[in-house]
């Protein structure tokens, strides 16, 4: 089933009113791409987003540059000795304000490149769905763009929250199967608009290149706005499924998993062609849900070490068990700047490698029926909270 009209005219919806001066913006997409001269598989992410874009619509704010307050007349009077120097404030706590486009590799050598614009310097259109900063374009069927973080950028801006390097990407894709449900009140909004998206093109990364195939490419998109970032995030997503009781790889299979919203997680899925859903909007009588995440039994080596992600979740009908482990080493740390400011982010520890099993069962009265039980690989894993950022 393609996109709805009605799901991509929301999957372009922006920040509006006072929202565009305290909230966040959110577009992202993982697709995998083989490098050219091996094959080797390589899971890539690509975001943009606005962080309270019309506070600084000119010149982007961020939040972790640092911004000295001290003028000459004060550090005059402290070297006199006529005023404490603990009484001066030496850097000024500003709230972020930009919009930032991030591509990244994930797994053991995984590394991020973000450039930073001003909501001004974005041109933007509704019919067709384009948004284009300097070289870079997102628009509602391509991405394009160049990212290059020099030696020299890396070690005078650590604010940029960036590693060095350089990428450039000239990508297609075809929404396959949309989901407009997942998690909607009056100022916030999570929904999978592409839960099956293909590919195509090409991405170059620190010298090495991508192809990016549709049948290989594991493709996902989702969108998410808000007055801030969910606090507890959670986040599971796959599309490489395997029945473990038929043997068959499950091409018409999917899901994924997103919060925490009112202390729930939502479940989006397909299972051949038969829609399971659990929109977080729904009240506990009609579904509950226990998730977490933790630390797995440690290994025999230390690079055994795993986390482990769950979910049980059910209602009068349904019972689902999600059971997801990635490897320590394959993990990595982001940090999201927080739409609050005063260096508050939301940091997530972030893979693309987990592995697992998922069981779907019917119920039948007092039976459980088992309708599904399914090898997962290939899974991007997230979990994070709120902290106090430091650079």
């Not at 009605?6 to 509006?16: C, E, Q």
């Not at 070297?79 to 591509?103: D, H, K």
């Not at 909007?281 to 998730?291: A, N």
Request: charged share 25%; with cysteine; proline share 4%.
């Amino acid at each position: 089933m393609a996109a709805s009209k009605k799901n991509i005219k929301d999957s372009k919806y922006g920040l509006s009113g006072a929202s565009k001066k305290i909230g966040v913006n959110f577009w992202r997409c993982f697709f995998t791409g083989l490098e050219k001269n091996s094959a080797t598989e390589q899971l890539f992410f690509i975001e943009l987003e606005m962080l309270n874009p019309a506070l600084s619509p000119s010149e982007p704010l961020l939040g972790f540059k640092p911004r000295v307050s001290i003028t000459e007349e004060d550090l005059q009077y402290t070297l006199a000795g006529t005023i404490a120097a603990r009484n001066l404030q030496s850097e000024t706590i500003v709230q972020p304000s930009y919009v930032v486009v991030r591509v990244g590799m994930m797994g053991a050598e995984s590394k991020q490149l973000c450039a930073y614009h001003s909501i001004k310097s974005m041109r933007f259109s509704s019919k067709p769905f384009t948004i284009q900063m300097e070289n870079k374009l997102f628009s509602e069927d391509q991405l394009s763009g160049y990212i290059n973080i020099t030696e020299e950028d890396y070690q005078k801006h650590p604010e940029y929250l960036s590693d060095k390097g350089y990428a450039s990407w000239n990508l297609k894709y075809e929404v396959i199967r949309d989901m407009e449900e997942g998690y909607k009140n009056s100022s916030e909004r999570w929904f999978p608009f592409g839960i099956k998206t293909n590919f195509s093109g090409m991405i170059s990364f620190d010298g090495a290149d991508y192809i990016v195939e549709p049948r290989k490419c594991m493709g996902y998109m989702d969108r998410y706005w808000g007055k801030t970032f969910p606090y507890d995030w959670f986040h599971i997503s796959s599309a490489s499924l395997t029945s473990i009781i038929s043997g068959r790889v499950l091409q018409n299979s999917f899901f994924a998993i997103q919060g925490l919203f009112e202390n729930k997680v939502a479940f989006i899925g397909g299972f051949e062609g038969s829609d399971i859903i659990f929109p977080a909007t729904l009240s506990k009588r009609q579904y509950t849900c226990v998730c977490d995440c933790i630390q797995a039994p440690e290994g025999e080596e230390p690079e055994d070490n795993k986390l482990h992600w769950s979910v049980s979740i059910n209602n009068k009908l349904w019972v689902l068990d999600i059971d997801v482990y990635c490897k320590v080493k394959e993990l990595s740390n982001r940090v999201f700047e927080l739409p609050e400011g005063n260096r508050k982010v939301l940091s997530v520890l972030q893979g693309s490698t987990g592995t697992g099993e998922i069981k779907l069962f019917k119920k039948n009265r007092n039976t459980l029926e088992q309708i599904e039980y399914a090898e997962i690989t290939k899974a991007v894993c997230e979990f994070g909270h709120e902290e106090d950022g430091e650079l």
